[in-house]
C-alpha cells in the first residue's frame, strides 16, 4: 500500500470512527430525553385536569397520558385490540372509530374476553390519552362504557426506550473498527519489514 493510500484508509476510518462516536453520544442525550419524557407522562397520569383531545402530532405528544373528553357523535367502525385489564388479564380492547366534530378519534371504550364488537350508544367519553398505531393517540374511557370492564392503568415506563443499547452499540462499532484499523496497521507495517 502506497503511503497516499495509508493516508487516504486513516482518513476514512477516521471519520467513521467519529461519526460512530457522534452516534453514540447523540443516542445518550436522545435517552436523557426519554427519561425526561416518562417523568413528564409519569406526572400526567396524576393530573386530573381535562384537556382537549389533540389534533396535531405535537400536540399529541404533550397530551400523552393525560385526561380528556371526546363527544363520539357516531361510531364509524368497530373492532377490537389485545389489552389487560386491570388484573392484568389478557383480553381485547373494545375500539370504536368515532365521528366528531373535529375529525375521527380512536376510542377504547372497554376490556372484554370477546373480541366480537359490543353493543354502544354514542356520547360523551372522558379518559385517558394513550399512545395508538402509526403515531396517533387514542382515548382509553376511564370509566369504561357499555359495561365493559377497565383497562389495566397505563405505565409510561413501559415505552420503548433502546436509546442507551443504542449507544453501547455505536461505542462497540468505533472501539471493533478502531481495532481492526490497528490490526491491519501492524500487519502491514510487518509485512513491509
Known sequence: MTRNAQWLATI???AAIAVMLGLGFWQLERAKWKDALIAQYESALGDDEVIAFPRGKAEMREALFRRSAVDCQGVIESGATAAHNQRGTLGYAQV??????????DVLIGWSRDPSPVEWEA?????????????????QADPPQAGL????????????????????QWFAFAFIALTIFILALRRRRGENR
Not at 370504536?96 to 378519534?105: E, F, S
Request: aromatic share 4%.
Open 123 to 139: 356520547g360523551v367519553v372522558t379518559g385517558l390519552i394513550v399512545p395508538g398505531q402509526e403515531g396517533k393517540v387514542r382515548l
Open 149 to 168: 370492564e377497565p383497562f389495566e392503568r397505563p405505565d409510561p415506563s413501559q415505552l420503548p426506550d433502546n436509546h442507551m443499547s443504542y449507544a453501547v
Open 12 to 14: 476514512i476510518v477516521g
Open 96 to 105: 370504536k372509530q368515532c365521528a366528531t366534530d373535529r375529525g375521527t378519534v
